[in-house]
T-cell receptor, first 113, second 111 residues
Framework: SAVISQKPSRDICQRGTSLTIQCQVDSQVTMMFWYRQQPGQSLTLIAT?????????ESGFVIDKFPISRPNLTFSTLTVSNMSPEDSSIYLC??????????FGPGTRLTVL | SQKIEQNSEALNIQEGKTATLTCNYT??????LQWYRQDPGRGPVFLLLIRENEKEKRKERLKVTFDTTLKQSLFHITASQPADSATYLCALRQAGTALIFGKGTTLSVSS
């Protein structure tokens, strides 16, 4: 299994600002993902964070709004840019394994005023 | 359109009974289904995976079935306990796609 930590655990931000969320894994992993979980909704994949190359974004998500970095096999960041109240959500980092299991971090609860 | 639905938003049962949660999907051909548990303020925790060629999987008090004809997975918790109270998420994956989640069913087990 993998142990995943995220910082910050929660934040309240003003509209128009940006927030960078960090994800740290206790072991080297190939696959890292970023999800969003809006209130009362299912988890939605934002992008796959690729080490050494640009992230792969899902339909409806763009790099300008959600830039992602993956400098090594244990760390990634997700930035939520130019925030609006609609960005209020829980953001989750996840890692995949060879057995198709995914492990999730504790999440970052973001509130945009 | 493609859908993954967990039939009940909430399920209330008494301690000791078997909880049965349902996951139905439309217009997917999943290679496998997974079930996760999510507690308030926490990320999902993986419970079980069942592949398309498997009918049933068990782990301690948990049992998952997968019926590709009915396009349905059932998740059972036997001898339920108050500590089993949580939201349970169904997720599926088909070739070429990421893991797709249902909205979850919130289970409450009363003593």
């Amino acid at each position: 299994s993998a142990v995943i930590s995220q910082k910050p655990s929660r934040d309240i931000c003003q509209r128009g600002t940006s927030l960078t969320i960090q994800c740290q894994v206790d072991s080297q992993v190939t696959m890292m993902f970023w999800y969003r979980q809006q209130p009362g909704q299912s988890l939605t994949l934002i992008a796959t964070a690729n080490q050494g190359s640009e992230a792969t974004y899902e339909s409806g998500f763009v790099i300008d709004k959600f830039p992602i970095s993956r400098p090594n096999l244990t760390f990634s960041t997700l930035t939520v840019s130019n925030m609006s109240p609609e960005d209020s959500s829980i953001y989750l980092c996840s890692v995949g394994t060879d057995t198709d299991t995914q492990y999730f971090g504790p999440g970052t609860r973001l509130t945009v005023l | 359109s493609q859908k993954i639905e967990q039939n009940s938003e909430a399920l209330n049962i008494q301690e000791g009974k078997t909880a049965t949660l349902t996951c139905n999907y439309t217009n997917y051909s999943p290679a496998y289904l997974q079930w996760y548990r999510q507690d308030p303020g926490r990320g999902p925790v993986f419970l079980l995976l069942i592949r398309e060629n498997e009918k049933e999987k068990r782990k301690e008090r948990l049992k998952v079935t997968f019926d590709t004809t009915l396009k349905q997975s059932l998740f059972h918790i036997t001898a339920s306990q108050p500590a089993d109270s949580a939201t349970y998420l169904c997720a599926l994956r088909q070739a070429g796609t990421a893991l797709i989640f249902g909205k979850g069913t919130t289970l409450s087990v009363s003593s």
